[in-house]
């Protein structure tokens, strides 16, 4: 089964507010679960981090969402206990670097040499490695620069896959794959049963993020993506600017509304 559901970027101007009242509301636009983002934020004790977390997901479970994953800065493998806690008390099952510097010790040159690709990808499964025997899995999204081709003339993104154990998990960002100049159906297909998680984000022409629609209303071909993506989990509706005259939970709901006709329900 597939659930679907938001990543709470895509309505971040809200979490501030009620977030009891975001949470109603994107239950009634057809969520089913939610991919917060923050976590993990190295500035805040770990502790506090747990509260939060906790707070976070008995305001999901009260409007009847669930966790899937979350967007977090991901510690050292030594640390990994902190990360397990955090994701534990918001119920989330894996916890997903957003960009390169979402790792601790590295930033976003991370994916730019094989040297560095090989570095990153060795941090990483260290982290997972960790992680599982913990009941948490981790994972990494992509956005466009990752496919930068290395000194070798090979993008980074297959480098870094081609490195990963398989214990890290893949969350793709179909959009963003697109904006890459990327075939998104071969990636998925390439990635196969990795892909445990897809952004269903969406574009007119594909390959311009800044013209954002509701998913299936724009270029990027999702529904023969989610066809080569056997392992999916979840699909995830994320946009950073709605259209013009239209709110980010108009969106969502129109989102929501595609993509549950193409997929059978979670529950």
Do not use: K
Not at 9 to 31: H, I, K, N, P, Y
């Amino acid at each position: 089964m597939v659930a679907i559901g938001v990543q709470l970027w895509t309505v971040r101007d809200r979490l501030d507010a009620d977030v009891d009242e975001l949470f109603a509301d994107l239950a009634s636009a057809g969520a089913e679960v939610v991919e917060p983002f923050g976590l993990g934020d190295p500035d805040v004790a770990p502790g506090t981090r747990v509260e939060q977390a906790g707070r976070l997901a008995r305001s999901a479970a009260a409007a009847g969402l669930a966790v899937v994953s979350a967007h977090a800065f991901l510690p050292p493998a030594d640390r990994a206990s902190e990360l397990v806690d955090e994701m534990g008390a918001l119920g989330a099952g894996t916890a997903v670097a957003a960009t390169p510097d979402s790792l601790a010790g590295f930033s976003r040159e991370a994916l730019t040499t094989t040297t560095s690709v090989v570095r990153y990808a060795q941090a990483l499964d260290a982290l997972a490695e960790a992680c599982s025997g913990q009941g948490l899995r981790v994972g990494y999204h992509n956005h466009a620069w990752e496919w930068a081709r290395t000194e070798d003339g090979e993008p980074a993104y297959d480098r870094l896959w081609r490195e990963l154990s398989p214990l890290v998990v893949a969350e793709v960002d179909l959009l963003w794959a697109a904006a890459a100049g990327q075939d998104v159906v071969e990636v998925v297909a390439r990635l196969g049963d990795r892909v445990r998680l897809l952004h269903a984000g969406d574009a007119s022409p594909a390959g311009n993020p800044e013209h954002q629609l509701p998913s299936g209303q724009g270029d990027v071909p999702l529904a023969a993506a989610l066809a080569r993506a056997p392992g999916v989990e979840a699909l995830l509706v994320e946009a950073t600017t709605p259209p013009p005259g239209r709110t980010a939970l108009d969106l969502v709901r129109d989102s929501i509304t595609w993509l549950a006709a193409r997929v059978p329900p979670a529950r």
